[in-house]
């Protein structure tokens, strides 16, 4: 009787740890540093941003030498004018605030650019992660470099160079 629930248990146990499930992790911050078309990406997301940055900044610049200027004769001028310069310059305002949510708002031009730009290589970095699990066998990966707080990594469990390779792109320069 003890041989057989010896044998039950071994049994079940070996079982089991044949169906352990694999985890890995990604650091992904890593993978898109590793890809030359990402520094062209986000060198072009930069450019315009600056670009874009540098026209508000002249328009409010505009805005301000048209208040100040608003201030100084202020006293000068007559009701009717200064009613004027005044609608003028709160047009321009809005202008400028516009065109800066345009630009830089949460569905903004910028956010626009960096979808084209970068969403291609990151949807080549998640089917790389999905060809690597499924050959590999792994049930969960975990990526490092997001918001998942992991205390402890081993690295013989970061399969990012892998899946660089499986990209095309040479790995390897990770320490």
Not at 60 to 83: C, G, H, M, R, S
Not at 151 to 169: A, F, H, N, R, W
């Amino acid at each position: 009787m003890k041989k057989t629930i010896l044998t039950v248990v071994l049994a079940v146990a070996t079982f089991a740890f044949a169906n352990a499930q694999k985890f890995a992790y990604v650091d992904v911050e890593y993978m898109l540093k590793s890809i030359p078309e990402y520094d062209v990406a986000q060198t072009k997301i930069d450019d315009i941003s600056a670009q874009w940055q540098k026209e508000l900044e002249e328009k409010f610049a505009e805005i301000d030498v048209l208040y100040k200027a608003f201030q100084a004769n202020t006293v000068l001028w007559p009701e009717d004018i200064k009613k004027q310069k005044e609608d003028e310059i709160m047009k321009k305002e809005k202008e400028a605030k516009d065109l800066q949510k345009q630009r830089f708002g949460n569905n903004g031009d910028l956010f626009k650019k960096r979808q084209e730009l970068i969403k291609p290589i990151q949807d080549k970095i998640s089917e790389g992660i999905t060809q690597v699990s499924t050959k590999g066998g792994y049930a969960i990966i975990f990526d490092k470099s997001s918001s998942l707080t992991m205390v402890y990594v081993d690295p013989k469990y970061d399969i990012s160079d892998q899946i660089l390779e499986q990209m095309g792109y040479r790995g390897g320069t990770k320490k």
